[in-house]
């Protein structure tokens, strides 16, 4: 509810499409855009997908992740020696730009070639990756990734299925005590997959030594399920049809073995006599361990939903600036030409509900392409410090919650922009709906992926205490004085960033800064993390001094952990795309321009949408709030002249658009 | 973020499920336990519409609702004599309970009795009911309501479908002169109608008069498409896929001829000589006189979306008080018994999560009940003043848009709220996110409704500006000082209303009232809505004052203006749940304070999420601002031992639920 301005207006900008996708491409220009032109031809998946019975459409969508296998978008993050690309930052780059198709041609190769090859690549020792690495990358062995059992979804240390080892025959015995600890949810499991990394609690010689990964056999070559396996199909999804979920269980009288040899091995391993051995001495870190080299899956999830998000706003975008409606007088007399109707994209409200979320995409488009390279650099043993493979971890749940919460609620409100002809199949929404919606919740649900974040910031990520639960992490704080907290904790560098971001200090936030300052937008981001994780900390302390189980404490500050986590990433978001405009040299014209005003608009639009926050705790008054929505508006007015361009530079290709009414076709 | 309470305990509530049922069911109990009994013998629809084919199911839903037809639930509100219940308030609590279950089922129950059966009832004249109901009501003539173009959605009046008088045969030439002038979207066009109720623009003599609706044949008995009528399946959709929505095109060279008699003649006709007549001088509001009629659409989409809220929550509470997650300490030693593992709706953030929308389901019940009523006594005619009319109209475009929005929230939220497992076709959620997704865009686009809904706020619904276009208001609202506006609107009236709502004055909003005093958050939501209304105002009149043409100012408020709308309309829902839960008698024990409970939640989480708002205004300063978000943090605790029961007074039938894994199944 902008009241108008009275700021002269600026002069138009204007976008060069090749530059600007050159700029979001980056390092891997030529991955994305090799994928981008390969993808075309599978441009009829989308139409098979609702055409197609279920188990016909499995077929045709498993056919395509094998042929793209055969091109090498799919495995470029394995080594060379198996047939791989031997580059992970290219293989996020790849995956980002498949997620312009079909989602279920996308989550299979997920699937297949990060969770199961994943799994046998981080997880595995040199024999596992002789084994089994060149038929995964080629697509000659399919498999399935185990973790998930319908009674335990996010908290895998507590899973069900047992690896128990018999030293007589050298093997282990694999069961499912329980329907409850059936497998769930497993990708590739009701159908296509041979083998299994199954995740089982391991047993030797009577103790638990906690959860690990084998690989174990489900069917044979000719499709049948092996004696001891069950395998029920998890039936029709919301969305991703073309993904044969399943369900596994494994005979509890002990009927599935496999070799000693099958547990990958990494971290830790049982010799053929019964002992079990590990260089990393505690449980619970050995777990977290294992699980971090698994984080591959999130950063990729992550760059799916930007993607989608994109997809959505390049259709609704150009619907907007093919629609019009309403208003122009019907007598003409009105400044517009007789009976002619506004364009969609010219009323205020239509630019509001696109162009802050169209500005937040650039942002997490950049936040993943820091995410990537730093994933990249981790995984390519470039930087192999405990503390950053740690940081790695918080930023790619974090990342992950961030974009897919954005996916959901962008294509919702593209959809709703495009009106009825939004819900029509043909139209893409309803895949695009249907098919990202699970992202919320799979590889981590969104608010534990958050909390995971909430306890790194708050044990500052120290490897000591990153095997502890959410009640260590209670106690851990609450033994601290809450000065020690925020000393330990990233909240002091904060601070200090903060004051120095501020050209009065921090007692001027009101007054001198530019609404438009960078300095400004990421001072007020930082203070709110820092505030918000200093409060969680006293409220810890103070709930376990007053003698309350941690277990209520923590349940108590749940919403308020998730917060501070939300606001650390938020802050991440911003900093990597300030980061990217900042260096940006000057003299790239409209370029930094049209980025500096994105930038702007997220960072603000950000600071309205929580500005209710930011007054209670004085870092807003009302006059300085009001004019934050005028600018906003204001934004999106400038926005209002490049918007097509600023979509075009996603480079989705025409035949992936589909909607031929919204859009003009191919015309 | 709340910090602890520390209010003593009030001692814990109960909830007496068949009470609340019979609250909730109100005067229609009979009718909706009906409804109720008849749905669980069609449960199986549910998963014929993933099972089967979309043809196949198209042919199963249309059967279902002739069954349905059979047993008089569809058809309520049509007169006695042709087969119907003679009860509009009665149809629409069917409707309302019908919403249970398969949603195809519902939508096409709502095409054929509502819109199509609609159109006839109420712009048609006795011949035309002669004619047509008793067929329409036993469903032995299946109809379909072809308003909607594809080159114009929600703006009716400019579409371009044409009906000519040919004097010299006394029929109507049906045209569609363009590609884009395609009926669009229309259900039961594809397969099943066998006529249609045309909207044209009427010519006589070559004059238009706006425009009007009449009977067309589309198929003979045998199914065939009749000459110079042309139809296209609209092919898959989102959802809804047991709806076989259709284009229609009349042949342009004037195949389609039908007797003058086939004009749906109740406010204007042809004389056989070629005579324009209508009683209604004004042809805009000849146009919205006839659109009123069919405000039961809309009513009965926003009952659906209530519905649908209800059926999502239900198996998301259930969910929550069957699964357990993490946290507890695995030593035991932190007050659970061991290895016990918390119930999920233990989680404060989950019951934020839950319990707002589960209040405002609540006040979204009792707003549709009012609603209801007031359509039933103005279409019975009990209440006939032209005023009333256009209250209804903007009632019910507005509780349209806020239950529909509050359904994909909810069923999202919901979804994610089981995690994984929502994801799932069988759980019930996948089927209610992609049929529900549609509501809030059809029957009038939700931005479009609150655009109405305002322009009939900043007009008073006076009947003469009834008739103006959005321009025509901007014009009107500027050709008058604001003074003026604001005593001709509602805001007059309401700003005494909230002087008296507040012990001790306008003054004291922030001292003396208690944040659980329904009156003062009355007030909040009375100044808010007044607020809003006397700034659009200030702005259209600023606007054109300093020369901007009406069309550009509109756009430049349009968002003030649906802001101002929301509310209105918020004020209304607000007031409907306070003056419920005032009307039990004091004598009806934890009944009324169970409601009373939730509305303080659903009133206060209403202003907290606003909470930017109400503090630049000057109607909350920070310290009460967190005291409300603390408030609603203890409110949701309150709800925490009763949530079961709140939702098991919805009474959603055990076999619609479907979900066995979330909720337990049958047992």
């Not at 919650?401 to 309803?430: K, P």
Request: glycine share 10%; aromatic share 6%; proline share 3%.
């Amino acid at each position: 509810m902008a009241e108008e301005s009275t700021v002269t207006a600026p002069p138009e900008l204007t976008v060069g499409v090749a530059a600007l996708t050159a700029l979001l491409d980056g390092r891997y220009a030529d991955v994305r855009r090799t994928v981008r032109e390969l993808l075309p031809a599978y441009a009829s998946v989308l139409e098979d997908a609702e055409t197609m019975p279920r188990d016909e459409f499995r077929e045709r969508v498993k056919d395509v992740v094998l042929e793209i296998a055969g091109t090498g978008a799919a495995a470029m993050g394995f080594p060379k020696e198996y047939g791989g690309g031997g580059d992970i930052g290219a293989s996020i780059a790849a995956f980002e730009s498949l997620a312009y198709g079909d989602l279920s041609v996308l989550v299979k190769v997920g699937v297949q070639f990060g969770l199961f090859g994943g799994a046998i690549l981080q997880l595995g020792t040199q024999r596992h990756h002789d084994a089994y690495l060149a038929d995964v990358v080629s697509g000659r062995l399919l498999g399935c990734f185990a973790m998930t059992e319908t009674g335990h979804g996010s908290n895998v240390q507590a899973l069900g299925t047992v690896a128990t080892y018999d030293p007589d025959t050298s093997e282990f015995v694999v069961t499912t005590p329980s329907e409850q600890a059936g497998k769930d949810y497993i990708g590739n499991a009701a159908k296509h997959a041979r083998v299994a990394v199954v995740f089982a609690q391991l047993e030797v010689a009577g103790e638990r030594h906690g959860v690990h990964a084998l690989v174990v056999p489900l069917r044979d070559e000719s499709g049948a399920t092996l004696p001891g396996v069950r395998i029920e199909d998890d039936g029709p999804k919301m969305g991703l049809n073309g993904v044969d979920n399943g369900r596994i269980w494994f005979d509890p009288d002990g009927t599935v073995r496999v070799p000693r040899e099958n547990l990958l091995n990494r971290f830790a391993d049982v010799t053929e006599d019964g002992t079990y051995v590990s260089d990393i001495e505690s449980a619970g870190r050995r777990f977290f361990t294992m699980l971090g080299t698994l984080v591959q899956g999130r950063v990729s999830v992550g760059a799916a939903g930007v993607s989608a998000s994109k997809s959505a706003l390049t259709i609704a975008v150009r619907y907007a600036l093919q629609r019009r409606q309403f208003e122009t007088g019907t007598d003409g007399a009105d400044g517009g030409p007789e009976g002619q109707e506004q364009l969609l994209l010219d009323y205020g409200l239509h630019q509001r509900r696109l162009f802050p979320r169209l500005a937040r995409t650039y942002a997490l488009h950049f936040a993943q392409e820091v995410l990537a390279g730093e994933l990249h650099d981790v995984f390519s043993g470039i930087r192999t410090d405990e503390e950053t493979r740690r940081q790695l971890e918080s930023r790619a749940a974090g990342t992950k919650a961030l974009t897919t919460w954005h996916a959901t609620d962008t294509i919702q409100e593209c959809r709703e922009a495009c009106g009825g002809a939004g819900y029509l199949a043909v139209n893409r929404f309803a895949a695009l709906k249907a098919d990202t919606d699970v992202f919320t919740t799979f590889e981590g649900d969104n608010h534990v992926l958050l909390q995971l974040v909430g306890k790194g910031l708050l044990t500052d990520y120290a490897s000591e205490f990153s095997d502890l639960d959410q009640l260590g992490m209670v106690r851990f704080v609450a033994g601290l004085a809450v000065d020690t907290v925020l000393e330990r904790t990233r909240v002091h560098r904060l601070f200090e960033q903060i004051r120095d971001a501020l050209p009065g200090g921090s007692d001027d936030w009101h007054t001198d800064s530019g609404l438009r300052d960078p300095n400004y937008h990421l001072a007020m981001y930082r203070f709110r993390e820092e505030h918000l994780i200093g409060g969680v900390a006293r409220r810890l302390k103070r709930g376990v001094d007053s003698g309350m189980n941690p277990g209520e404490v923590f349940s108590q500050v749940q919403d308020h952990v998730i917060a501070a986590a939300r606001a650390h990433v938020e802050r991440l978001v911003l900093e990597a795309f300030v980061e990217k405009v900042a260096a940006l040299p000057d003299d790239s014209g409209d370029l930094k321009l049209v980025l500096n005003l994105l930038c702007d608009l997220h960072a603000l639009s950000g600071i309205e949408a929580d500005r209710g926050w930011f007054i209670e705790h004085g870092r807003l008054n009302t006059q300085r709030s009001k004019a934050i929505t005028r600018e906003v508006a204001d934004l999106c007015r400038r926005v209002r002249p490049i918007a097509r361009g600023l979509v075009d530079a996603f480079a989705v290709p025409e035949a992936l658009l589909r909607a031929p009414a919204l859009i003009g076709g191919e015309a």
